[in-house]
Each structure stands twice: as structure tokens, then as C-alpha cells.
Nanobody, 125 residues
Framework: VQLQASGGGLVQAGDSLRLSCVAS????????MGWFRQAPGKEREFVAG???????YYQDSVKGRFTISSDNAKNSVYLQMNNLKPEDTAVYYC????????????????????WGQGTQVTVSS
């Protein structure tokens, strides 16, 4: 499975961005999908996840601002980011997991099999 993320950019605090991730080479509808981010000098952290069987999950700091969604017909997962803050600045990665995940395990990067190349999001104050 290959993942291609896009949609990052330089925005001001309070602005919105929509990240997209297109998957190819697998049965997209059977994958759990996640968005992670990594800021300079920090570990990669979970942002949002969506299970193929249903259910969305978010890091507490993005709840109410970010929305993850998927479109099986387009083999794509999206991350709508509203009211962006400078602390959201990071490289954002999409990832796919073939194993069954639950609300806790969907948050662990080690449970994902495939990763996209990352897209930079920079939020200025």
C-alpha cells in the first residue's frame, strides 16, 4: 500500500487546512487510517484515527477543531483542521493499519503498517 499525503502549507493562527491522503495498492476499505504529526525535536504523536468498521478518535488537544473522514470510493482519508494554533505546527503523516484496532491501540504508531511521506503544516502566530 502506498500513501500520498498533501494539503499542508503555511497559514496564520485561526485559519483552516484540509489534508488529504490517497491510498493505492490495497483494499482501502479494510484499513484503519490514522493521522500523526511530528514537530522538530519531538516524538511522532497521534492526531486522529478512523476505523474501517466505524469510529473516529482524536487527541485531546485537537478535539472540536479537527475532523477525520474517509471516502472509500476515492481511497482517501482527510483531516479537516480548523482554528489552527502555532502548536499544531508539524509534519503530518497519514498511516494505514491492516490489523484490528480499538480506541487505545489506534493511537500507537507501532500498530500501523504503511506510512505516507508527510506534509508540512506551519501555523504562524
Amino acid at each position: 500500500v502506498q500513501l500520498q499525503a498533501s494539503g499542508g502549507g503555511l497559514v496564520q493562527a485561526g485559519d483552516s487546512l484540509r489534508l488529504s491522503c490517497v491510498a493505492s495498492g490495497g483494499i482501502f476499505s479494510r484499513y484503519n487510517m490514522g493521522w500523526f504529526r511530528q514537530a522538530p525535536g519531538k516524538e511522532r504523536e497521534f492526531v486522529a484515527g478512523i476505523r474501517w468498521s466505524g469510529g473516529t478518535y482524536y487527541q485531546d488537544s485537537v478535539k472540536g477543531r479537527f475532523t477525520i473522514s474517509s471516502d472509500n470510493a476515492k481511497n482517501s482519508v482527510y483531516l479537516q483542521m480548523n482554528n489552527l494554533k502555532p502548536e499544531d505546527t508539524a509534519v503530518y503523516y497519514c498511516a494505514a493499519a491492516s490489523n484490528r484496532l480499538i480506541s487505545t491501540t489506534i493511537r500507537a504508531p507501532g500498530n500501523y503498517d504503511y506510512w505516507g511521506q508527510g506534509t508540512q503544516v506551519t501555523v504562524s502566530s
